[in-house]
């Protein structure tokens, strides 16, 4: 498998999500030897997805105020 980003090799890894609620998380995803992109199901369903509709406008982005 070659990555998306780059066209670097790919393999595969046990990787462990210590910030899930449930506590550990352990899974399997594909991560690039070149650049570090990191490919899992979860992501690849994200990806796919069209944007909703309220995080693409720019009148739901919080204003930074200055002074």
Do not use: K, Q, T, Y
Request: proline share 9%; with cysteine.
């Amino acid at each position: 498998m070659d990555c998306a980003r780059c066209r670097g090799p790919m393999v595969r890894e046990r990787m462990l999500d210590l910030l899930d609620d449930s506590g550990r998380f352990v899974f399997d995803a594909w991560r690039c030897l070149n650049c570090g992109e990191v490919w899992d199901p979860v992501i690849r369903a994200n990806r796919a997805a069209p944007p909703r509709a309220d995080a693409a406008s720019p009148r739901n982005r919080p204003r930074l105020r200055v002074g």
